[in-house]
């Protein structure tokens, strides 16, 4: 085989693997997307019969495609428990593959102890992110 004739056929062969869409590792375009850096308030409140109150806060996400998206958290007990679950949907009209997302929950302090929660995303073909993790103190009156 000549050098002319090699060339030609890898060339062909280049053109033909990007036509199929099998260049740009498309497997790492079907990655689940990954979330960082919580940040959020308050961290603890004192212990109120009845009440609830508000935990805010932000992460950062980092997506490989543009699919819509929900915020999704986990509430448990000090025992482990889960004592709650929500989720958010969210149009990604506006959202890049990387930003920051606030996020917003409810955690009755109506029961001293120490309760964790976790924040993940899950996109629109059923990936879910890792999870990050953040605690919340119900406290004796300060």
């Keep these: ?9 890898m ?3 280049v053109i033909w693997i990007m036509l199929t869409g099998l260049a ?8 689940p997307p990954k979330i960082a850096n919580l940040v959020y308030i308050p961290q603890q409140e004192p212990v109120d019969a009845g009440k609830k109150t508000a935990v ?7 997506r490989e495609s543009g699919d819509t ?6 509430t448990f007990d000090a025992q482990g428990k889960k004592v709650a679950s929500e989720s958010f949907p969210l149009s990604d009209a506006t959202l890049k593959t990387s930003s920051t997302l606030g996020f917003g929950f ?14 993940y995303i ?5 990936k879910q992110s890792n999870r990050v993790d953040g605690t919340f103190a119900v406290t004796d009156l300060f």
Excluded: H
């Excluded at 085989?1 to 056929?9: D, L, P, S």
């Excluded at 805010?56 to 980092?62: H, Y």
């Excluded at 899950?122 to 059923?126: E, H, L």
């Design 106 to 119: 409810d955690i009755n302090t109506s029961l001293k102890g120490v309760y964790a929660f976790q924040i």
């Design 56 to 62: 805010i806060g932000t992460f950062d996400i980092i």
């Design 1 to 9: 085989m000549t050098t002319f004739k090699f060339n030609r056929i």
């Design 11 to 13: 060339a062909w062969l």
């Design 24 to 31: 740009g590792c498309p497997m790492d375009r079907d990655k």
């Design 69 to 74: 998206m929900s915020i999704n958290s986990e």
């Design 122 to 126: 899950i996109d629109s073909k059923g």
